[in-house]
């Protein structure tokens, strides 16, 4: 599966007009096989003194799942309801990884409880949102998760993390079916370009004016959901909301 990931990203490259569906099938796959080489048996089985590198890549591998998923979600124009609804399983997927890494490090019976008890509110939180997706999972970990639940709910954590770990093992990979369109959103930066031979000078606590020209792609709505970070020299931090003035439309390209 490795080689289908080189092709995808291959194919992103050489046709710009599936840049986008490629790089998103590309991501998917990645967060799989992320998943399932943190759920090998073999790593698993490690005496206690290896837990530690055990726990270390099962957990950077749920946080970078974690972090794909978002961009997934976010970053990609076109997406339907049956994308998004895969995108939040393979999250669940890995929340459940790092509750099963928190619960092999975790020795307090009362933190351990509680984080439990908010990763099944996400399993029902997803039931409700994706209830009419449900019936195209079967096999999958939500799936069974579900079916399950009357058990979980009343187990004690050591037992709710010893299901989780047997359900995302004996799950089945959701197959991923795209749209005809998928575009990944792109800003570019004009300027400032970072690199300018006059930098603006200012007076701590007064206004100065930054001009901003940046050319924005596939970006849906970008007057509600387009937002500056502008860094200073102290470094503060400050997110600016352009008014709807600012942007620009020439054709199917807008700038700010």
Sequence with gaps: ????????????????DLA????????????????IKA???????????????????ASSAAKQILNETYKMEFMYSGLEYRQVAI???????????????????????ETLFGICQNFLLEVDFFQRC????????????VDKLLDL?????????????KILQATLRQSSHLHL??????????ATIIEPTGKSD???????????????????????DPQNTVKVQVAYPDGQVQVIHPKPSDFRNPGQIGRA
Aim: charge should be neutral; aromatic fraction near 6%; proline fraction near 6%.
């Design 87 to 109: 995108i939040h399983h393979m999250r669940l997927q890995a929340k459940a990884l790092q509750l099963i890494v928190t619960a092999r490090t975790t020795r307090g019976a």
């Design 39 to 57: 759920l090998q048996d073999n790593m698993w089985n490690m005496p206690a003194p290896l837990y530690i590198k055990q726990n270390s890549l």
């Design 130 to 141: 994706f209830i009419s997706e449900l019936p195209d999972m079967p096999d999958s970990f």
């Design 149 to 161: 639940m009357p058990r979980l709910v009343n187990s004690k954590p050591s037992e709710v993390v």
């Design 1 to 16: 599966r490795s080689s289908d990931l080189r092709d995808l990203q291959r194919l992103g490259e050489l046709r710009s």
């Design 20 to 35: 986008g569906m490629a790089d998103f099938s590309a991501t998917y796959l990645q967060c799989q096989l992320l998943l």
């Design 177 to 186: 079916t795209l749209p005809e369109r998928i575009h990944r959103a792109s």
């Design 198 to 220: 006059c930098p603006l000078k200012f007076t701590a606590g007064l206004v100065v004016a930054l001009d901003v020209d940046a050319t924005l792609e596939h970006v849906q």
